[in-house]
């Protein structure tokens, strides 16, 4: 299965939403991440959408998250930007070629639609189990003073 870069993109703007109390606004987070812009503003309106983030107008205006980090999963973020197709289709193959498979026979999915399925919920699952608060956390164990040091660079002041 390949996510898209928008994936990868959200999830770490969402990160950083988590820890600021202000809304931040899509060109500091693009500079921020390096990242284009006007790529990232098409993810985080797909979010808006989605109910994870709001926009809040004016001059100090931007995106903040909708609820807190703890109630947004990573499978919230994935379903937001790549939509909620499963990434197995089955398009039952064994009803065609010389020796098709009755129609009967094939309501009931076979092995590998059933495997395909199974790992589709098992993923989704892992994803669910996952929040913004969760990631949040791993970057300030991994590399603790970063979120201070987004937030000094977030507000203009001297890093």
Avoid at 95 to 121: F, N, S
Avoid at 133 to 141: C, F, G, H, N, Y
């Amino acid at each position: 299965m390949k996510m898209s870069a928008g994936v990868e993109w959200a999830l770490h703007s969402c990160t950083v939403l988590s820890t600021s109390s202000e809304p931040v606004p899509v060109n500091k987070l693009a500079e921020l991440h390096g990242v284009s812009r006007t790529y990232l503003a098409k993810h985080m309106q797909a979010m808006s959408r989605a109910g994870i983030i709001h926009a809040v107008e004016g001059r100090d205006g931007g995106y903040q998250l909708s609820r807190p980090s703890t109630d947004v999963t990573v499978y919230d973020i994935v379903r937001a930007i790549d939509g909620p197709e499963a990434a197995f289709r089955c398009t039952e193959i064994r009803q065609q070629g010389p020796l098709p498979t009755t129609g009967e026979a094939c309501k009931v999915p076979c092995g590998i639609a059933k495997v395909m399925a199974a790992a589709e919920r098992a993923w989704r699952d892992s994803l669910r189990s996952v929040t913004i608060a969760d990631l949040s956390a791993t970057v300030d164990a991994d590399l603790p003073g970063t979120w201070d040091t987004v937030r000094q660079w977030l507000s203009g002041a001297a890093v």
